[in-house]
Structure formats: structure tokens, C-alpha cells
């Protein structure tokens, strides 16, 4: 074999390989670009999920709803024949029967518990002469309110004899089971005692102006102003209670003093304060 003979098989050999590289490089190539693309898809589904947050909204439960008649009850109740007007509910009657009832308190505190106490203390004999009375002309009964978490108790007695009417009110927090102070009541509302109390002073100047103008007598003059007088000391203002009605607003009840009948009277008089929480 010739020189020329082996330089062209070295050239074949070498074109062969060359061919066998290149077609391996092309393969090679193909298979690293669908790797490629497969990757870039999984890595974009991967994305696509951890970009994808499910927001699911929290569930909420309402707070119950709360009423006054869930925290008090009637204790005592008459059916009997009663005239004349009632201060707490507004309302005035003929001659029908209607019902006297005494409440107390279903919350279990102390401060609860001394509230129905009280009530039973004063009341209970006023109430044990109503199954042996047929013509008792007097009323008694109450009114509750809740104004958030604050139950406003108020009891009205009226008069057989007198149209006169005896308050008592109380103010607790069902929550804490607490006493609310006159106050702590005070401060829940857009006025202020010294306000709230303003208000008993021009009602109480009015009274006794309007009458001032009547009387000639310089004597019942002079009882006038007593009586003025008394009603608008700091000891009288002093006893004057406070609770707020079913639309929040704030009503204070007191005694007035006067020359005629009774020496002093109930009063139930409202203010400009409103509940605010």
C-alpha cells in the first residue's frame, strides 16, 4: 500500500468520526433542550402554585344578643284596681285593673344579691297588704333598660292617698355582676353630672316661679322659697339617682319639697345626656 492510499483511508477515518461526533454533539444538543424546556415548565407550575394563596374568610360568631328581661324577673305580681298616672312608663289610668309587680335580679353576685335585698326590704310590706286590699288605689312596679352591658332597674310606688310617687333605682353591670356608680353612669354619657343637675334647678326655679306669681300671701311666699330653697341644697341634689331609658337617654329621679300635701314629692325628669358606651 502506497503512501497516497494510506493518506486517503486516514482522511475517510477521520470524516467517519467526525460525522459520528457531530451527529452524537446534535443528539446531545436535543436531549439537553427538552430537558430544558421541561424544567422551565416545572419550575413555572411550581411558581404559579406558590404564587397561588387561597384566601378563605375567617368565620365570625356574632355576639349574642342581650335584653334587659334576661337579667330580671318578677318576683311578685297583683292584679289590682288603680287610677291616676304612672311617672316611669307615662302612662295614666282610669279605674281598670292593672298589674303591681316587684322585681329582682337573676344575676348571680354579691352586689346583685344585696340590690334584691334591698327591694325586698322595702317593698315586701307594701305588697303583703295587696291579697287583703280590694280597693288599694296605689301602684307599683318598674322598668328595666339595657344599655350595653349596664341594666338600668328603676321601681316606681304611687300614693294610695297622695298623687305622689317613691323611686328607687339601680344600675349594674350584668358582665362583672358590678354596681354601676352614679358616676360611672354619668361618665358613659355626652353631659356631665353638674349639667344633668342644672336641669333639676330649672325645673325646680320654673315650679316655683310660676307659683311665686300667684300668691299674694307674703307667708306662703316665704314657703315658696323654703321649699325652693330645700330642694336645691347640695344634701337633697346629692340623693338624686340617675338611669338611662331603652334609647340611651339619661333620667334622673329626686324629691322636691312643697307647702302643700305631702312635704315632698317624687320627680322624674330627663336630661340632655345620651349613652355613648
Do not use: C
Given at each position: 500500500m502506497n503512501k497516497k492510499t494510506c493518506l486517503s483511508i486516514l482522511c475517510a477515518l477521520a470524516l467517519t468520526a467526525g460525522a459520528v461526533s457531530l451527529t452524537a454533539c446534535t443528539q446531545t444538543g436535543d436531549v439537553s433542550i427538552v430537558a430544558t424546556d421541561a424544567t422551565e415548565e416545572a419550575t413555572a407550575a411550581d411558581t404559579t402554585a406558590a404564587q397561588?394563596?387561597?384566601?378563605?374568610?375567617?368565620e365570625t360568631t356574632e355576639a349574642p344578643e342581650l335584653h334587659?328581661?334576661?337579667?330580671?324577673?318578677?318576683?311578685?305580681?297583683?292584679?289590682?284596681?288603680?287610677?291616676?298616672?304612672?311617672?316611669?312608663?307615662?302612662?295614666?289610668?282610669?279605674?281598670?285593673?292593672?298589674?303591681?309587680?316587684l322585681p329582682?335580679?337573676?344575676?348571680?353576685?354579691?352586689?346583685?344579691?344585696?340590690?334584691?335585698?334591698?327591694?325586698?326590704?322595702?317593698?315586701?310590706?307594701?305588697?303583703?297588704e295587696y291579697p287583703n286590699t280590694e280597693h288599694i288605689t296605689g301602684r307599683a312596679d318598674y322598668v328595666a333598660y339595657l344599655n350595653g352591658t349596664v341594666l338600668s332597674l328603676a321601681l316606681e310606688f304611687r300614693s294610695v292617698d297622695t298623687p305622689n310617687?317613691?323611686?328607687?333605682?339601680?344600675?349594674?353591670?350584668?358582665?362583672?355582676?358590678?354596681?354601676?356608680?352614679?358616676?360611672?353612669?354619668?361618665?358613659?354619657?355626652?353631659?356631665?353630672?353638674?349639667?344633668?343637675?342644672?336641669?333639676?334647678?330649672?325645673?325646680?326655679n320654673d315650679r316655683c316661679n310660676e307659683s311665686l306669681e300667684k300668691v299674694t300671701n307674703d307667708q306662703a311666699k316665704a314657703q315658696l322659697e323654703e321649699a325652693r330653697e330645700r330642694t336645691l341644697s347640695d344634701e337633697n341634689l346629692s340623693k338624686a339617682e340617675f338611669f338611662l331609658d331603652d334609647s340611651g337617654k339619661l333620667?334622673?329621679?329626686?324629691?322636691?319639697?312643697?307647702?302643700?300635701g305631702a312635704e315632698n314629692y317624687g320627680e322624674l325628669v330627663e336630661t340632655d345626656g345620651t349613652f355613648q358606651g
Open positions: 397561588t394563596v387561597i384566601i378563605t374568610e375567617p334587659a328581661e334576661d337579667y330580671v324577673e318578677t318576683a311578685i305580681s297583683y292584679e289590682i284596681p288603680y287610677s291616676g298616672q304612672f311617672y316611669l312608663t307615662g302612662e295614666d289610668y282610669g279605674s281598670e285593673t292593672n298589674t303591681a309587680r329582682q335580679l337573676t344575676i348571680d353576685s354579691p352586689d346583685a344579691k344585696a340590690i334584691n335585698a334591698t327591694i325586698h326590704d322595702n317593698w315586701d310590706n307594701i305588697f303583703a310617687s317613691f323611686f328607687q333605682v339601680y344600675n349594674i353591670d350584668v358582665v362583672t355582676g358590678n354596681i354601676v356608680s352614679k358616676d360611672s353612669l354619668i361618665a358613659m354619657t355626652d353631659t356631665t353630672k353638674e349639667d344633668a343637675l342644672d336641669v333639676i334647678r330649672e325645673v325646680e333620667y334622673v329621679t329626686y324629691r322636691y319639697y312643697w307647702i302643700a
